[in-house]
Structures are given as structure tokens and as C-alpha cells.
């Protein structure tokens, strides 16, 4: 195991079972005689915070780790807690109504504690066996933060269970090996064997942060497992020209063919390969119950293949595009909607990473066409949507220099996106993190109407309509719907 000497050089101790180990954060000890006060085995100090740090702002203050609000706002603690161990963290939550999350590992299973989770003060462990805190058992009603107010959150994590306190009662019990723990996507830190703390949407003051080995060891490690996704900086705008192909003839596979020069016609776009059935069909056939033509664009010409299982019934699923994407007119339609999948990534004009499947990769010329088609529509003041991991496409975009979804409201899936190489290093963060990344005002997941479901989870922010899962790509169709005929 690793420890911090007082010049802070890590060095390695073994631990007896019997002794107990301590890692401090921003823990200060009593003022000295002459009034000073030392900080004990200060690993903030070690914190790289450029790396450590997954969302949000954060920064160190003689008064321990603060961050600011934003949505899923986390950092990772490079200590990777091996058997039995105490988690115990100090904190004033100063701003907002959101969750407190504390990340950490039992066994073979990483999840998360919130605090004041979900706009309706619940708290609890997420997630036990796929459901987050609102549906397992290890569910807290009533339990509201006062800003302001500092709180002692502890988990005592055992091999059999883990015991969640809060200012020293006994608040939620977790029972199990492990094994059935997954981490819920909004707080998915890069790695699986490491804790972490996170604050939504909260203005937070993390005072100290302990951990206790009490059968095991904990090291500390002096780099973290991955370093921080960093956001791409922003660029100038750049005047894309149009990518030349041959003329091509349409043929939609079902549907209506947009009338020239306008109309009530709608753009969806899915990818070649990896598009999520559902996520074209749903809404497509709620827009054509409205008396909406729609017409579907990909990469390329070619016939397009679903995700397996994705809603396409006993047939393959495959959409024959009505066009290129380098060949759409803005003018000939009132909206867009990029369908999701993890084939979308293809479509992601500024993403600098890569991924292991490289048909997601894409091309530059698909990926810059995409771009001048998204920079038309918002100059043309129309409808740009996207559904799940769609949202992406949005994220990665750039505007007048800056992402679409900067400082927008948005949501979008709590599922992992596809693995890949993410500033230079394998890993496979959640598909909101591109979002987060490029300054979109997430909204909690299932936050909109009825809390049991995404089934109408859609964010509207001005022209800019996001989904957050297949579930909600029905509700997507309708709405859009109504949004077009409103304005008519």
C-alpha cells in the first residue's frame, strides 16, 4: 500500500488487519500552541485536479475541495480501496437542490450514494440490480439538505454489506457481495476500481474526505487510472465548403417525398451502420400521423443496419436512405432529428478520440457536411433534434465557434457510449459525457413528468429539442409535431 510522508513522496507500508489506515482530504488537525493549524497526510495537495476531475469546475480553498454547479459535476480520488473500509465525507452543500453522491467500490461493483437525489429527496444506492435509487429497496423518502447546513455522510463498506450513515445514524443498508452494483450514468468516473465524490447541479464544499481500511489495504496512488476527458478548445468559425458528389435519385422506403423548395417535410438522419431502430421509427411515425413527409439522410447512400434488438421486430431492420447527407438542402425542411445509436458517433464534427469499432469513426467530409447541415438549419431558424445518443452529434457541433448545446438545457442517455480512445486512453465513459464536456445544462435523468419513466422525457430549449432515451422516441415525434404546427 501506498501512504504520503510528510514531504509528500508516496511510500509503501503494509497494514495489519487490526490497524487502521487513514487517507485525509483537507482534513486539518487541532491549531497547534502558536495557533497554526497542519494538515495530516494532505492528499488534496496530491490531487491533480486537470486530471483528477471528470465534470464540472472544481478547486482547492483553504477550507477543503469546492465545486461549482453543474450537471454531474464529479471528481475521482486516486485511491483504490482493496476488502473492508470506512468512506467518510464532510460537507456543506451552499447552492442548489440536487444530490451529494459519494462513488464507491464493494467486491466487484462500483456505484454511488446520493443524497437528496432525483428532485424528490430521496436517497439511497444506485444502482442494485439495474434500478437506481427511486426503485430498490435501499430507498430513502424525506431526506432534504439544507444549504448551508454542514453534513458527515459515511459508508461502511463490508464484505457482505454496506451501511450508509449520515451524521452518525444509520440512514440506508445495502446487502450483498457487490456483484449486483452498477454505476449510474450520470456519475461514471474513469475507473472501476476508484472512489470519488460528485455534486449535481450544487455549488458544494467538500470539508474533508476520509477512508479507513479496516480488513484490507488502500492504496494511493500518486497518478490517477485515467486522466481527465478534456473539452477540445474552441475554434474560431470556419466556412466549410460544400462536399461535391454525384447527383442522386431518392427512394424512400416508405412515406412521403418532401415537395421541392419547402414544406411541412422533416429531416430525420441515421447512421450506416449502428442506429437504433426505434429511435427512427417512433418518431417518423408520429410525424407522419401529423401530416409531416419525412425523408431519412445517412452517410452514404447505402442501406443502413440497425443495433440488434433495437426495435426492428423479426425483420433486419434495414433503412434504405432517401439521400446522402452531403446532398440535404436545409430549405426543403423545417426540421432535423439525428436518431441515436452508437452509430451517430459518426457524425461528431469536433470529437478528437476515436473508437474501437470503426465504423463510428466516421470521415471528415461526412463529419464537416454534418456540421454545415446543423450551422444551416440554426441559421434558418428551424428545428435541430436529437434522440439518446444523438445528442452527441449536437454536443460535438460547432456554431459560431462554440458547441450547440453550450449552456443549453438538455438530456439525453444514462448508458455507457461506445468504447474507444478518449484523449488518449482506453475507456468507455457515459454518452452524456460529451455533452457535459461541451457546457450543456443536463437535466437529470427522468426528471420530466412522470419520475418512473424517459418514456416523455424531451427537453425543449428554443429550437433545440433533446431525447433522452429510445423510450422517450415516440414522445419526441409528437412533440416536434406539435412545435411545427404551432408555429405554422
Partial sequence: ???????????RITIPTVVACFVMVAQLSAADDDGTRKKSDDLIQ?????????????RKTPDGLLTSAANGSRISLPVEPKGEYD????????????????????????????????GQHVAGFQ????????????????????????????????????????????????????????MLGNWIIPSKITLGVGAWDSETL??????????????????????????PPRTPPTTIAPVPTAPTSTNPPRGKRPAAGGGDSVLIVIANDGFFYREYADPRQELER?????????????????????????????????????????SRYRAILFS????????????????????????????????????EFVEQDKYVCALCHGVSVLAWSRVNGRSLLAGRR???????????????????????????QNGARMVAPNSIGDPSTAADDIVIDGKIMTGQDDISAREMGRQLANQLKAAS
Avoid at 496530491?46 to 472544481?58: I, P
Avoid at 470539508?207 to 497518478?223: F, K, L, P, Q, W
Avoid at 451517430?344 to 466516421?362: D, H, I, T
Fill in 87 to 118: 468512506f467518510k465525507v464532510t460537507f456543506t452543500r451552499q447552492t442548489g437542490q440536487h444530490s451529494i453522491a459519494l462513488l464507491f467500490v464493494s467486491g466487484t461493483g462500483q456505484a454511488a450514494f446520493d443524497l437528496d437525489a432525483w
Fill in 206 to 231: 467538500f470539508h474533508s474526505i476520509e477512508v479507513r481500511s479496516v480488513n484490507g489495504t488502500i492504496d494511493v496512488a500518486s497518478t490517477s487510472s485515467l486522466p481527465r476527458p478534456r473539452t
Fill in 290 to 330: 401529423a401530416g409531416f413527409a419525412v425523408e431519412v439522410a445517412a452517410a452514404r447512400r447505402a442501406p443502413c443496419r440497425p443495433h440488434a434488438n433495437s426495435g426492428q421486430g423479426g425483420g433486419d431492420g434495414v433503412v434504405h436512405p432517401d439521400l446522402a447527407i452531403s446532398d440535404a438542402d436545409p
Fill in 127 to 182: 444502482n442494485v440490480g439495474g434500478k437506481d435509487a427511486r426503485q430498490n429497496s435501499t430507498r430513502v423518502e424525506d431526506l432534504t439538505l439544507i444549504n448551508g447546513q454542514k453534513y458527515t455522510a459515511e459508508l461502511r463498506v463490508r464484505l457482505d454489506r454496506v451501511d450508509a450513515y449520515l451524521d452518525g445514524k444509520l440512514l440506508s443498508t445495502y446487502r450483498g457481495d457487490g456483484s449486483n452494483l452498477s
Fill in 340 to 375: 441515436g445509436g452508437w452509430g451517430s458517433s459518426m457524425y461528431q464534427y469536433a470529437f478528437q478520440g476515436s473508437y474501437n469499432n470503426r465504423a463510428y469513426n466516421g470521415d471528415r467530409r461526412t463529419k464537416e457536411a454534418t456540421n454545415r447541415l446543423i450551422n
Fill in 410 to 436: 438538455a438530456t439525453g442517455p444514462t448508458r455507457q457510449g461506445p468504447a474507444g480512445i478518449y484523449n488518449g486512453q482506453q475507456s468507455q465513459p457515459s454518452s452524456r459525457w460529451g455533452s457535459e
Fill in 46 to 58: 496530491l490531487m491533480n485536479l486537470d486530471r483528477d476531475t471528470v465534470a464540472g469546475q472544481w
Fill in 1 to 11: 500500500m501506498s501512504s504520503i510522508n510528510r514531504t509528500g513522496t508516496p511510500v
